[in-house]
C-alpha cells in the first residue's frame, strides 16, 4: 500500500514540475523525473520536511537549484539546517525568501 501511495505522489508531483517548469521539463523522460522526486523526498526527509504538500513544495525549490545543498542560496542553507523550525516552517520560509528574493529583496533570510 505504501508502494501505491508513493507511486500516486510521485506522479502528482510530476504533473506539478512540469506544469510549473515546462521548458525545462519538456525533454526530461518521465523515469528520470521520477528518479528525481525520489531523490528529493529522501533529501527533503533529512530535513524534516514530511507532508507531502511540503515535499512537493521543496522539489520545486529543488527543480531550480539541484538536490546537491551545496549549490542552494546561503540563505536556504540557513534555514534547512534550522533545528528550531518544523519541516512546514521551514518551506514557509524558502517560499517566502524565494519570493522576495526574485523582487530583489532578501528581506526574510534567516
Known amino acids: ?3 501505491v ?8 508531483t ?3 514540475i512540469r506544469l510549473a517548469f515546462p521548458e525545462q521539463t519538456a525533454k526530461l523522460d518521465a523515469a528520470v523525473l521520477a528518479g528525481f522526486i525520489r531523490q528529493g ?11 507531502a504538500e511540503d515535499v512537493q513544495s521543496f522539489l520545486l525549490f529543488a ?3 539541484g538536490l546537491d545543498v551545496r549549490r542552494y542560496p546561503q540563505w536556504a542553507g540557513l534555514i534547512l539546517l ?8 521551514k518551506v514557509e520560509q524558502i517560499n517566502s525568501t ?5 523582487k ?7
Open 5 to 12: 501511495k508513493l507511486k500516486n505522489f510521485e506522479i502528482a
Open 41 to 51: 523526498v529522501d533529501l527533503a526527509e533529512n530535513y524534516a520536511i514530511e507532508r
Open 1 to 3: 500500500m505504501l508502494e
Open 14 to 16: 510530476a504533473e506539478k
Open 63 to 65: 527543480v531550480q537549484y
Open 104 to 110: 530583489g529583496e532578501l528581506s526574510r533570510a534567516v
Open 98 to 102: 524565494q519570493l522576495d528574493a526574485n
Open 82 to 89: 534550522n533545528a528550531e523550525l518544523t519541516g512546514s516552517e
